[in-house]
């Protein structure tokens, strides 16, 4: 079976780091990986993708300075590393694969693999 878990989300307060992992377990993470976030009551959107190669890496601009995209091949994780968080992180963030090794597209519907999501609230 085809399985990715997410980890290390929490609560923090305004301003602190979470670094959250998506593992593979039942197949080789040879594909792109993309992590989606959703807050309550908005549409699930895609925020950062990273190809199977690590050669091509994608960030949404208004991440750019906070968050950072990474893989380990050898331990079939994906990270995101997330630092200065702010309260407008909060949301319950995803990773998501598909038949795809490159960061072509980040809408929901061509990922077919998904994780349980972790949630990630950032509060004083």
């Known amino acids: 079976q085809v399985h990715l878990v997410e980890s290390g989300g929490g609560l923090v307060q305004p301003g602190g780091s979470l670094r959250l992992s998506c593992t593979a377990s039942?197949?080789?993470?040879?594909?792109?990986i993309v992590w989606f976030r959703q807050a309550p009551g908005k549409e699930r959107e895609g925020i950062s993708c990273i190809s199977t190669s690590n050669s091509n890496t994608y960030l949404e601009d208004s991440l750019k300075g906070r968050f950072a995209i990474s893989r380990d091949n050898a331990k079939n994780t994906v990270y995101l590393q997330m630092n200065n968080l702010k309260l407008g992180d909060t949301a319950v963030y995803y990773c998501a694969a598909g038949l795809l090794s490159d960061c072509i597209t980040m809408s929901p519907a061509d990922y077919d693999y998904w994780g349980q999501g972790t949630q990630v609230t950032v509060s004083s």
């Open positions: 039942g197949f080789t993470l040879d594909y792109a």
